[in-house]
């Protein structure tokens, strides 16, 4: 696996918590991308981050926020989580359109 | 809006025969990924696809590009056991910087 590790690996909660996925990298690429992946739609966007402080929405956005205040770090943050936000989140990294390579993922129940 | 659609999404195949996946793709592109997927795994990149005709080989899979027809290919030559995964295509479009857009995945089985 390349340099990506994704915290926590396992996560329960209950409907209307916070909660916070955490990529970390030690490879010093600039791009930065969440995924979710559900059976059925394979893997689609969130959000991705293209430098410190740079980010901008994927194609399923609604309800996630992130923040990159460090290269090495992508925050990913459920507001609010909901029952349809039960999924397997992913990271990617990537030198703009080289290879993206992925993270161990975090699977999430929301109760 | 780019869509990829990948097909067949389920494939069960005995050892030793060949088959192929195919990945279809709506918009104008400049590249293609073929990743695999162990159950319960991260994605694994198997091969980089950036121009026409391009063509890359390891082991016993051949992937291809054919960008006028927009359409990968994903060949399977005496599928072993070890095969059985989920393979997926990504499509970055021209306009998506370094985005990229997903099928939704083919199941292999190899039986014995």
């Known amino acids: 696996d390349a340099g990506i590790t994704q915290s926590p690996r396992h996560k329960v909660t209950e409907t209307g918590t916070p909660v916070t996925l955490r990529c970390h990298q030690t490879e010093n690429h600039r791009y930065m991308y969440w995924y979710r992946q559900d059976p059925g739609h394979g893997l689609r966007l969130i959000h991705y981050s293209y430098g410190v402080k740079d980010t901008d929405k994927g194609e399923v956005s609604d309800g996630y926020s992130v923040s990159r205040s460090k290269t090495e770090d992508f925050l990913l943050t459920l507001e609010s989580a909901t029952s349809s936000q039960t999924s397997v989140y992913f990271c990617?990294?990537?030198?703009?359109?080289?290879?993206?390579?992925f993270g161990p993922g975090t699977r999430l129940t929301v109760l | 809006e780019l869509k990829v659609e990948q097909n067949p999404l389920f494939l069960s195949m005995q050892e030793g025969k060949n088959y192929t996946i195919y990945c279809n793709y709506s918009t104008t592109s400049d590249r293609l990924y073929w990743y695999r997927q162990d159950p319960g795994k991260s994605l694994e990149s198997l091969f980089v696809l950036l121009s026409n005709g391009a063509v890359k080989q390891e082991g016993r899979l051949m992937a291809s590009l054919d960008t006028k027809a927009r359409l990968s290919t994903l060949h399977i030559t005496a599928a072993v056991h070890d095969l059985s995964a989920t393979y997926f295509c990504?499509?970055?479009?021209?306009?998506?910087?370094?985005?990229?857009?997903f099928g939704e995945g083919t199941q292999l089985t190899v039986n014995p």
């Open positions: 990504a499509v970055g479009g021209e306009t998506s910087g370094s985005r990229l857009t």
């Open positions: 990617a990294i990537s030198q703009g359109i080289d290879t993206q390579y």
